[in-house]
């Protein structure tokens, strides 16, 4: 019953997450308008996490690790914000991760359901199966 209810939830949150636009909300997670964002992840030294959160993947520098830490700090109250009242956080995290990882390009990192990393094909990427 937990496992549909979270479904059901999920599935609402992501309707109501590209309803409302969180796209322009999070495009600053997307678009690289900090060149050294844009690098690191063209790079494949940050990726996607299945958690709604960017990721350091491997062992990178500490300007890596400050930047990813401050991207996640600005996710996190984006998160908070919109999942405010509706959701937990966590849940809104994950139902953008859903989003986040589908938007991937090829080249790009992303994380698997499993936690592995992966490179972006012209394939779909490998997600969640609770993904809508």
Do not use: H
């Amino acid at each position: 019953m937990t496992t549909m209810r979270f479904s059901r939830q999920l599935a609402g949150l992501a309707a109501l997450a590209l309803a409302a636009g969180s796209g322009a909300t999070l495009a600053w997670a997307q678009d690289g308008r900090d060149p050294a964002y844009a690098a690191a992840r063209a790079a494949g030294k940050v990726g996607e996490q299945k958690d709604g959160y960017l990721g350091v993947v491997g062992s990178q520098g500490a300007d890596i690790a400050a930047m990813v830490k401050d991207l996640n700090n600005k996710r996190r109250a984006v998160y908070t914000a919109k999942a405010s009242g509706k959701s937990t956080i966590e849940e809104y995290a994950f139902a953008t991760a859903c989003r986040l990882i589908l938007e991937t390009k090829a080249g790009e990192k992303y994380q698997a359901a499993d936690g592995s990393w992966k490179v972006r094909t012209a394939a779909a990427p490998e997600r969640d199966a609770r993904c809508p």
